[in-house]
């Protein structure tokens, strides 16, 4: 069993940056990959970021990449998405999951979520 709370949301202008945190409680949270999928209103959650448990492999949605990072403290349970340069479109309540396969993008091979932080990029 892993429990998995967020922090780290709120109102930032389009061209700053926020810092996420996921704290996960359970011994076994080092063999979960752990992702971060985000839902903006109105419209379905999608992958914007995932990390493997084992080799710190990352694959993260097109439309971050360059402008987000995903990293993982095993020792601390816990893993981070900087997310820097954000814009508008970057709204959206942002979750935190963890999955026992290696690297997924699609929702249903995770486990585990968390309850959500709001995200909110003023223009």
């Known amino acids: 069993q892993v429990q998995l709370v967020e922090s780290g949301g709120g109102l930032v202008q389009a061209g700053g940056s926020l810092r996420l945190s996921c704290a996960a409680s359970?011994?076994?949270?080092?063999?979960?990959?752990m992702g971060w999928f985000r839902q903006a209103p109105g419209k379905q959650r999608e992958f914007v970021a995932a990390?493997?448990?084992?080799?710190?492999?990352?694959y993260y949605a097109h439309s971050v990449a360059g402008r987000f990072t995903i990293s993982r403290d095993n020792a601390k349970n816990t893993v981070c998405l900087q997310m820097n340069s954000l814009k508008p479109e970057d709204t959206a309540i942002y979750y935190c999951?963890?999955?026992?396969?290696?690297?997924?993008?699609?929702?249903?091979?995770?486990?585990?979520w968390g309850q959500g932080t709001q995200v909110t990029v003023s223009s």
């Open positions: 359970g011994r076994t949270f080092s063999t979960y990959a």
């Open positions: 999951a963890a999955s026992r396969f290696r690297l997924e993008v699609n929702a249903g091979k995770y486990d585990y």
């Open positions: 990390i493997a448990w084992s080799d710190d492999n990352t």
